[in-house]
């Protein structure tokens, strides 16, 4: 190992696999590509640590009963007296606190990855768990002013926009998969991939939206991809709308990306973003975005240069942007070609890159003394 390589012990504890997942596994694999050392500390059996463990990156089998877990936490801190990592990067809420009682007075750095533009909950318990990083990385400005908002000092935030592999190739669902989900091949497809979970998500509008776009003549079909707490209202608001054969609830897929890739138009209709991943994806496929413009959706699409945006929860002027899109074959041409330019600036390597900085601001892959407590 280079005399300046560094180690980071990653935590995820979550049961899904999302965007925060999605970074956190190219991350690793970049670290152990790059020449540094990775451990990551998350639920056996996920998405995550399945994927991570084919390309080799060590997992260390992690399953709190909860946030505050005192056994979880003894487990993880073994882990950090054996590997004696520079820095702990959390990468979800609940694995802030577990790192946190993990690493007690120990002489390490505790770095967490914020990713979600929700305020920092009040309790004395979030105070806690949210003092004792010494440095966060916001995907986004929008995240950034929010931190700051909620007391934490600009000078231990770190922008690090999230990012997506410019050299994975594009792939569309096969004709077989989209016809399985009920897609017909002669008419315009919408797809939303997105966490439906309150209260920055809003699949309300989406559905709005596409009732919208078919009053205003356009024929489109749509898939609203994604499980969470609102699958329950979402599927009563189809009904309400008479879209029970327009709009399919897919759930959770694991092909999500393949089958956004294979829409017509990808929307977005968040509340509120920390930077929108899905919509990066979308761009790299070629596929038009229309997005409400909310949080950092914002620092991604131009509105009228690399797709449309429509005042959040607004469903009219989302549905007639989508109508806009599919209607107008120059615009959505030129759509896409910005958007193909655009999308470089958030090239999964600049994260990687943005993100080892940061661990060495911290003074990681300094080889220095150590004491445990």
Same mark, same amino acid.
């Given at each position: 190992?280079?005399?300046?390589?560094?180690?980071?012990?990653?935590?995820?504890?979550?049961?899904?696999?999302?965007?925060?997942?999605?970074?956190?596994?190219?991350?690793?694999? &970049? /670290?152990?590509?790059?020449g540094h050392q990775s451990w990551?500390?998350?639920?056996?059996?996920?998405?995550?640590?399945?994927?991570?463990?084919?390309?080799?990156?060590?997992?260390?089998?992690? %399953?709190?009963? +909860?946030?505050?877990?005192?056994?979880?936490?003894?487990?993880?801190?073994?882990?950090?007296?054996?590997?004696?990592?520079?820095?702990?990067?959390?990468?979800?809420?609940?694995?802030? &606190?577990?790192? &946190?009682?993990? =690493?007690?007075?120990?002489?390490?750095?505790?770095?967490?990855?914020?990713?979600?533009?929700?305020?920092?909950?009040?309790?004395?318990?979030?105070?806690?768990?949210?003092?004792?990083?010494?440095? +966060? =990385? %916001?995907?986004?400005?929008?995240?950034? #002013?929010?931190?700051?908002?909620?007391?934490?000092?600009?000078?231990?935030?770190?922008v690090v926009r999230s990012g997506?592999?410019?050299?994975?190739?594009?792939?569309?669902?096969?004709?077989?998969?989209?016809?399985?989900?009920?897609?017909?091949?002669?008419?315009?497809?919408?797809? /939303?991939?997105?966490?439906?979970?309150?209260?920055?998500?809003?699949?309300?509008? +989406?559905?709005? @939206? =596409?009732?919208?776009?078919?009053?205003?003549?356009?024929?489109?079909?749509?898939?609203?991809?994604?499980?969470?707490?609102?699958?329950? %209202?979402?599927?009563? %608001?189809?009904?309400?709308?008479?879209?029970?054969?327009?709009?399919?609830?897919?759930?959770?897929?694991?092909?999500?990306?393949?089958?956004?890739?294979?829409?017509?138009?990808?929307?977005?209709? #968040?509340?509120?973003?920390?930077?929108?991943?899905?919509?990066?994806?979308?761009?790299?496929?070629?596929?038009?975005?229309?997005?409400? @413009?909310?949080?950092?959706?914002?620092?991604?699409?131009?509105?009228?240069?690399?797709g449309l945006l429509a005042p959040?929860?607004?469903?009219?002027?989302?549905?007639?942007? =989508?109508?806009?899109?599919?209607?107008?074959? @120059?615009?959505?041409?030129?759509?896409?070609?910005?958007?193909?330019?655009?999308?470089?600036?958030?090239?999964?390597?600049?994260?990687?890159?943005?993100?080892?900085?940061?661990?060495?601001?911290?003074? &990681?892959?300094?080889?220095?003394?150590?004491?445990?407590?």
């Open positions: 190992m280079n005399a300046g390589a560094l180690r980071v012990v990653h935590v995820d504890t979550e049961r899904t696999w999302g965007g925060g997942q999605r970074q956190l596994h190219a991350l690793a694999t &970049a /670290m152990q590509r790059l990551v500390a998350a639920r056996p059996g996920t998405l995550l640590s399945d994927a991570l463990g084919r390309d080799g990156v060590p997992v260390v089998p992690l %399953a709190p009963a +909860f946030e505050w877990d005192p056994v979880a936490a003894g487990r993880l801190r073994a882990l950090l007296r054996r590997v004696r990592p520079d820095v702990v990067h959390a990468h979800a809420a609940h694995a802030v &606190a577990l790192s &946190a009682v993990a =690493i007690g007075r120990l002489p390490i750095r505790l770095l967490v990855s914020r990713r979600v533009a929700l305020p920092l909950r009040r309790n004395p318990l979030s105070r806690y768990k949210y003092g004792r990083p010494e440095r +966060f =990385i %916001a995907v986004s400005d929008r995240v950034r #002013s929010v931190l700051r908002s909620c007391g934490v000092d600009a000078a231990r935030i770190d997506v592999d410019l050299a994975r190739p594009a792939r569309r669902a096969a004709p077989s998969t989209m016809e399985g989900l009920g897609v017909e091949p002669q008419r315009p497809l919408a797809v /939303m991939v997105s966490s439906l979970v309150p209260p920055h998500k809003d699949p309300g509008t +989406f559905l709005a @939206a =596409i009732a919208a776009a078919r009053s205003l003549g356009c024929e489109a079909q749509a898939l609203l991809v994604g499980d969470g707490p609102l699958l329950g %209202a979402a599927r009563r %608001a189809r009904s309400r709308l008479g879209l029970d054969h327009v709009v399919r609830l897919t759930g959770f897929r694991r092909d999500a990306v393949e089958l956004l890739a294979a829409a017509d138009v990808a929307v977005l209709s #968040s509340r509120d973003e920390g930077l929108g991943t899905t919509i990066l994806d979308a761009m790299l496929a070629g596929v038009p975005v229309v997005a409400t @413009a909310a949080g950092g959706v914002t620092e991604v699409v131009r509105d009228g240069v690399d959040v929860g607004d469903g009219r002027a989302l549905g007639a942007a =989508i109508q806009r899109v599919l209607a107008d074959r @120059a615009l959505r041409e030129a759509l896409v070609r910005s958007a193909r330019e655009r999308v470089r600036q958030f090239s999964i390597d600049r994260t990687v890159d943005g993100t080892l900085e940061v661990y060495r601001s911290l003074g &990681a892959g300094r080889r220095g003394a150590r004491s445990d407590s």
